[in-house]
């Protein structure tokens, strides 16, 4: 992944916001910037799927049929990139990772989420259980569009947007915390907007 859209490596000028935005957050609006690592990857629906792996007492795989067949959850949230924008009341569609961890026995307090081009990010369990985290696949009552990680992306929208993992394709639960990719390269472990945990350090 040696491509890195610009924007990912800048600090732009902030404005304060109203009281909704998390500290050094500015609202971008009606805009939705594409921020990415690497290009757009092409999978189709038809190679697509969805693990559970890891420390799990059996890796459970799902088709895109197979997840089209899921409970669904309609969920709309704020969403904060660690750039510095802000998107209030972002409408999505998809499955709970409650759903999908559903009879999944497991010891596992991490998961690492990973993605087409070797993307990963790590999480608490915690954080995407006890309906804190989706697997979606539609935005605005519209499929959602491979910028913004189509067909399938994470949304954990309680913290900043890199852990929100665009073209997830699987969740590999573990007993430690194993750094992803923007982690290795000087961001935040967990990545709360509310306390500005954006850089290692922070």
């Not at 500015?26 to 890891?54: C, K, M, N, Q, R």
């Not at 067949?69 to 972002?90: G, M």
């Not at 259980?129 to 499929?143: K, L, M």
């Amino acid at each position: 992944m040696a491509l890195v859209s610009r924007r990912f490596t800048g600090r732009p000028h902030t404005r304060d916001g109203a009281g909704l935005l998390p500290p050094g957050q500015y609202d971008v609006g009606d805009d939705f910037p594409v921020l990415s690592a690497g290009p757009t990857p092409t999978t189709s629906l038809a190679e697509w799927d969805f693990l559970i792996t890891g420390e799990v007492d059996g890796t459970r795989r799902w088709t895109w049929e197979e997840f089209q067949q899921l409970p669904r959850e309609e969920v709309t949230a704020d969403i904060h990139c660690v750039t510095k924008w802000s998107k209030f009341n972002t409408s999505w569609e998809g499955v709970s990772v409650d759903t999908l961890l559903d009879g999944v026995e497991t010891a596992a307090d991490f998961v690492l989420a990973f993605s087409d081009h070797d993307y990963t990010t790590n999480l608490p369990l915690a954080d995407v259980t006890n309906g804190r985290a989706w697997v979606v696949d539609r935005y605005e009552n519209e499929p959602l569009e491979p910028e913004h990680g189509g067909p399938a992306r994470l949304l954990v929208p309680h913290l900043y947007f890199w852990k929100s993992a665009k073209w997830v394709r699987g969740l590999q639960l573990s007993s430690f915390d194993e750094p992803g990719f923007w982690e290795t390269l000087g961001y935040h472990e967990y990545g709360d907007p509310w306390r500005e945990q954006r850089y290692a350090g922070d």
